[in-house]
């Protein structure tokens, strides 16, 4: 039986905590809140005006881009003296915000909505075994260790990689059964296929352009359609889930989805769509989209 395809998708909202908040947002731009410090971003999909254009003025700190192409790197002006680490925490997970040239902060806010549902798979199963790819800096696989699960953290920046065993070193969690793996996501999944290895769950955050550790070249469109189908040969047989998201503005819910369903045809459960958006706090909030996601669950 294939799984029920939900028929509308859901926006999951990232309302702020105790170290981040979207504070206001418009005219292109984003000012939000990094633990102690206040951070504009750029953000074309924020037509709409500002509630307090003059907040934006105050920032501590503000990424300037080097083009309008929002992939690309720029630099950050400081109000003060420059910033380079700072601690922040998301529930039990300590990590370390810094201040990239690729205008983000080490780890990326919207995905707290993504950490509250694999925190409640993992606790709902005894010590179930996680895989986590293109894990980056790694919050999403110390949210799954602090929750109870047996990590595989894979990335093909041996910095990143560095960067996750060092929140993992700020959590607490350094002694819980995480391996940490630099490769390339492509080639550690088809080794685990031929070894008949399996997972209760996988992620998968792919980027849309990458390199891996001997330039093997990783770009989204495609590459991720075979890379999905080897991920649903390594789920065990009562598998909890398959999550995937992905920034790239030619894709959307709804084909990661249908690309999804493929992968997963011959097993139940449910899949569901949509995407992740950053959310203002108080009345009249507004939200930001900003990544889409298809996941399949067992129930």
């Not at 469109?221 to 075979?226: G, Q, R």
Request: charged share 25%; glycine share 8%; proline share 6%.
């Amino acid at each position: 039986m294939p799984p029920v395809f939900a028929p509308e998708p859901q926006t999951l909202l990232t309302c702020g905590w105790s170290d981040y908040a979207l504070l206001d947002s418009g005219a292109g731009r984003k000012l939000e809140r990094y633990g102690a410090h206040t951070v504009v971003r750029p953000e074309p999909q924020c037509f709409w005006q500002p509630r307090d254009p003059t907040a934006f003025d105050r920032a501590d700190a503000l990424f300037d881009p080097q083009a309008q192409d929002e992939d690309d790197d720029g630099r950050w002006r400081f109000a003060g003296g420059a910033i380079d680490t700072f601690p922040l925490s998301w529930r039990e997970v300590r990590f370390t915000g810094r201040f990239t040239p690729f205008r983000h902060l080490a780890f990326f806010p919207e995905q707290a909505a993504n950490w509250d549902w694999l925190d409640g798979r993992v606790r709902a199963r005894a010590r179930p075994k996680i895989l986590n790819l293109f894990g980056y800096t790694g919050v999403a696989s110390l949210a799954c260790a602090a929750a109870g699960a047996e990590v595989t953290h894979v990335d093909a920046s041996r910095k990143s990689v560095a960067w996750a065993r060092e929140n993992a070193d700020l959590s607490g969690l350094s002694d819980h059964p995480i391996r940490w793996i630099v490769e390339d996501a492509r080639k550690w999944v088809a080794r685990e296929v031929r070894r008949g290895s399996r997972y209760d769950g996988i992620i998968l955050d792919p980027p849309k352009y990458g390199r891996g550790p001997t330039g093997e070249v990783w770009r989204l469109f495609e590459d991720m359609p075979a890379l999905l189908t080897d991920c649903a040969a390594l789920l065990s047989d009562d598998a909890d889930f398959l999550l995937l998201n992905a920034y790239a503005a030619r894709v959307s819910g709804l084909s990661l989805a249908h690309l999804m369903r493929e992968a997963t045809a011959n097993r139940a459960g449910r899949i569901d769509w949509g995407e992740l958006a950053l959310s203002e706090d108080g009345p009249d909030a507004r939200a930001i989209g900003l990544s889409f996601f298809a996941r399949w669950s067992a129930s």
